[in-house]
């Protein structure tokens, strides 16, 4: 019988965060799984040896080893080819779910039929591998305000990864698939063409998928969103070039595209206006800032030599005081002794 979900696992020499990834998916509630595992030029005895105590909780699994690396689109192509089931979800060696994961999305896809896919919250993991242990650093809601998978908002970024995306392999299929020559954002191309065929829900309530990032991390253990930042840069600028150069077939569609880079320049131009202006307020409030701030450090300096002048005339009256209160002391002795001196001579 068909598994409900297909979980394709890419991994290619991280067994230390291959083993967190394998225990996120065994340890989910729904067991109806197909899981998928693409070994992409790593050690396959290695990987096989941390698939053996948690086979028997991984469902119709799969495995795939290649003897040299093809790269990730044509590694991830290698899995929806050996997955079958009517719902998929690609789960990065190095990312994680929280156990009710896949109970929840199947569950919210089944209950709306005309959705072509759902996600969860996702929270962001920032941590490091620092002598062979993962070392968390802190954790952050990706998209805090999100109540949907917008189109427009994912024209913009893509703020659904993979780890938190479950979509129909119907849409997928409809859609084309990932596009093998994209060595990075695949799966934001992928997304926006199937949105384009329908809605993507959202499983609302906590994150239930967790996005593991390492951002100084350099070789396998490293994330490519960092790692190989100037590549995910030149293929956001490639992607789009692309579908706008489709879009413009004929004269008219180029001049309309003319005229929204012109208002867009011009836009830009504006912003770029306010933002001056407002640097020379920011700089004009900062110079009487520090004038006012230079004041009260003199007016300070003024205040404590007046409080030092009080305090010097105040130690005067004391001594002062102490003098008359010694002269009139020996002045009454004087007086007592003048007064018995007289008494005795009567």
Excluded: K
Excluded at 61 to 88: I, K
């Amino acid at each position: 019988m068909t598994a409900r979900a297909s979980v394709i696992v890419r991994t290619r020499n991280r067994p230390l965060l291959l083993e967190r990834a394998l225990a996120s998916i065994a340890g989910q509630t729904m067991r109806d799984l197909q899981v998928v595992v693409v070994n992409d030029g790593g050690d396959a005895a290695r990987v096989e040896a941390q698939l053996e105590p948690v086979r028997d909780r991984l469902g119709d699994l799969r495995v795939v080893h290649h003897e040299a690396s093809v790269g990730r689109p044509q590694a991830m192509l290698a899995g929806m080819a050996l997955a079958d089931a009517p719902a998929f979800v690609f789960h990065d060696d190095d990312d994680s779910w929280e156990p009710e994961f896949l109970e929840r999305t199947l569950a919210h896809l089944d209950a709306h039929p005309e959705e072509v896919g759902v996600a969860t919250r996702c929270t962001v993991v920032w941590e490091e591998v620092v002598d062979g242990e993962v070392r968390e650093l802190r954790r952050e809601v990706l998209s805090d305000g999100m109540t949907r998978v917008g189109f427009i908002a994912t024209l913009t970024q893509n703020s659904t990864p993979p780890i938190c995306l479950v979509l129909r392999r119907a849409a997928y299929d409809e859609a084309g698939g990932y596009d093998p020559t994209l060595d990075a954002l695949a799966d934001w191309e992928l997304l926006l063409r199937v949105l384009r065929l329908g809605r993507i829900g959202l499983v609302e309530g906590p994150p239930l998928a967790l996005w593991h990032r390492r951002e100084h991390q350099q070789g396998h253990e490293g994330n490519s969103v960092h790692a190989e930042e100037h590549v995910h840069e030149r293929f956001n600028e490639t992607i789009r070039d692309d579908y706008l150069r489709r879009s413009l077939e004929d004269d008219a569609r180029l001049g309309n595209a003319l005229f929204v880079t012109a208002l867009h320049d011009r836009t830009r131009a504006d912003v770029a206006a306010v933002q001056q202006h407002l640097a020379a307020i920011t700089a004009h409030l900062d110079a009487r800032f520090d004038a006012q701030r230079a004041h009260l450090e003199v007016v300070g300096l003024e205040v404590a030599a007046r409080h030092a002048e009080i305090e010097a005339l105040r130690q005067e009256v004391v001594a002062l005081r102490g003098m008359l209160e010694a002269r009139s002391v020996r002045g009454r002795l004087a007086a007592g002794a003048r007064r018995l001196g007289g008494a005795g001579r009567r």
